[in-house]
């Protein structure tokens, strides 16, 4: 059946059970939202800016483990998708972005609203597609989706010209994907798990390390089953929070530069660290030539090139994490050895109780500020661990990362590898599209919740219940605490004198205020908040001077932490 472009592409989205699209509309794409109008499967929700439509579209794909959909026009509505795009390629979070375009034979001679988003967004793109014929269209988006998913997922960008949209042809969606030179290798070799565990099984300070591949590749109750197998404790990145329970006697909490102090000593006085589905970042590492100086290194990921990337491997393994872990779990469950190993390291799990004891993650009270840390525990303690969090970037990201336990993976969601500001929000509400039935609350700060503050419109215009707290101290926090600590306390250009009255800002959106200036006020006022019905902003002026600890100052070992 001939169809336009427009139509095969609405069409196939149906057909590959995409059930929202995050978008914003323009001239270049009109015929898809006229196709949208009449499709009844495909909902769209209208954005406020493109760079918040991507953050939407990657925050329903870290919560559901979907793809996430994204659709703008040409020119400018294609060039602020950027950092979206760069926040999900470096969190490889499947997204797919169509962008409009400029007819055909228009493209290169500066038509209005164009821009060469593929040459772009190449950098920061797993793959992407300038559509050049119609015919070509429904194969092109069945790609889309299967190289964002597959593998090491990323965004993928599909950039459609104006006339291949309006141009009929045959409807045609292969069943399957067969792609040149793309073959994800999906089993580990079993030699080499069999070396990986001979080794580990050596050890007597054994660590595992655990990132953000974990959660992609819903291999987290394989993980959990391999550490308590053999008693192992287990440290996670920023991006692996909730891949390992965090209220479990086994998990030391985050490491790198606002790690914990436990975490951060127990990697460096490792002898073997298994490392799976992280990439070793220098926010991890600390100062590269003394990372996990007396270890050796069992490697685990599904992209082999990022294997080796950043420090020595001894055993590496190319695989996906479920098919890796279960394999290693066959080879130790119930077995003997596994109980020697055990009793063997009780002793180093001994040294990383003690110093979880004598150096917790901890603050000052005070007198009078509100702590932000203390904001988080209550946010914990009222939801007892089981909302959604996304984040915004800076203080508040750490803070929310080191104070809140993830038990379960896929409630916390945060920009790691950029460090977006103005992600929390919009990414709150795609969870929260995602997840209907869930608390969504984004822990943010002020000068990060005004980046993309536009998108309180779209929440009350869906009434998409997302709680915002605002974690207040009139400053670009971590900005400022690197002045203060390394810059003599010249804080150049950090603080924020003109602040919003967020009340009353929630208010003219539609939404609903709610303000915390003192220290007794707080449960009261984000239960009120959180019981409130629809979108909600909750402002919580905390104490100004307050920094995140510990911190591995730039360039040092993770040995050499300031502390509290």
Not at 28 to 37: E, K, M, P, R
Not at 235 to 243: D, I, Q, S
Not at 392 to 406: D, I, K, L
Request: with cysteine; charged share 20%; proline share 6%.
């Amino acid at each position: 059946m001939q169809m336009t472009g427009a139509e095969i592409f609405v069409r196939a989205l149906a057909d590959l059970g995409v059930d929202i699209v995050f978008g914003y509309p323009g001239g270049a794409v009109l015929n898809i939202y006229d196709a949208l109008f009449k499709n009844t499967k495909v909902r769209h929700l209208l954005c406020r800016h493109e760079q918040g439509a991507v953050h939407m579209a990657d925050g329903y794909a870290r919560a559901s483990g979907k793809t996430g959909v994204c659709l703008v026009t040409s020119g400018p509505g294609a060039t602020n998708t950027v950092t979206g795009l760069a926040t999900a390629y470096m969190d490889s979070i499947p997204v797919v972005v169509f962008t409009g375009q400029v007819p055909t034979l228009l493209i290169g001679n500066d038509a209005f609203q164009e821009a060469d988003i593929v040459g772009i967004s190449r950098p920061c793109t797993k793959h992407n597609y300038l559509v050049k014929e119609t015919k070509d269209l429904a194969r092109i988006v069945r790609e889309a989706f299967y190289i964002a998913s597959t593998g090491r997922p990323g965004p993928v960008l599909v950039d459609m010209p104006k006339d291949v949209l309006t141009t009929p042809a045959e409807y045609d969606l292969p069943k399957e994907v067969s792609l040149r030179g793309y073959h994800p290798n999906y089993e580990g070799h079993p030699r080499q798990v069999e070396s990986a565990v001979r080794m580990l099984l050596t050890a007597e300070r054994p660590v595992v390390y655990a990132g953000g591949g974990v959660i992609l590749s819903n291999a987290s109750p394989e993980l959990a089953e391999l550490a308590r197998q053999l008693s192992l404790p287990v440290t996670t990145t920023l991006m692996g929070m909730g891949a390992f329970p965090g209220s479990d006697p086994l998990c030391l909490g985050m490491l790198g530069m606002h790690g914990t102090y436990t975490a951060n000593m127990a990697i460096s006085h490792a002898d073997v660290i298994l490392a799976v589905g992280a990439r070793f970042d220098d926010r991890v590492t600390g100062k590269i030539d003394e990372f996990a100086p007396h270890a050796r290194i069992i490697h685990v990921d599904i992209d082999p090139t990022s294997i080796q990337k950043n420090v020595p491997v001894d055993i590496p393994i190319v695989g996906d994490l479920k098919d890796v872990l279960r394999k290693m779990i066959r080879l130790v469950k119930g077995k003997k050895e596994a109980a020697a190993f055990r009793e063997k390291t009780s002793a180093w799990r001994g040294q990383t109780a003690a110093w979880a004891k004598t150096h917790p993650l901890t603050y000052k009270q005070g007198k009078g500020k509100i702590k932000p840390q203390y904001v988080v525990e209550q946010i914990y303690r009222i939801t007892k661990g089981n909302a959604i969090i996304t984040t915004e970037v800076g203080q508040n990201q750490m803070w929310a990362a080191q104070f809140y336990t993830y038990d379960r993976p896929r409630t916390f969601l945060s920009s790691g590898g950029l460090g977006t500001m103005g992600y929390g929000l919009p990414a709150a509400i795609g969870a929260q599209v995602a997840m209907p039935e869930r608390l969504v609350i984004d822990i943010a700060g002020d000068g990060s919740i005004q980046m993309n503050i536009q998108e309180m419109a779209t929440a009350v215009q869906y009434r998409i219940p997302v709680k915002v707290v605002i974690l207040n101290n009139g400053a670009l926090g971590m900005v400022r605490q690197w002045q203060e600590l390394f810059f003599q306390g010249k804080y150049s250009q950090t603080c924020l004198p003109q602040i919003p009255d967020f009340v009353r800002l929630a208010e003219a959106y539609g939404a609903k205020g709610f303000r915390a200036t003192r220290h007794a006020e707080v449960p009261d006022v984000l239960r009120k908040g959180f019981a409130a019905e629809g979108p909600v902003l909750i402002d919580v002026v905390v104490d100004p001077g307050e920094m995140v600890y510990p911190m591995v100052p730039a360039g040092a070992p993770l040995t050499k932490m300031l502390l509290v």
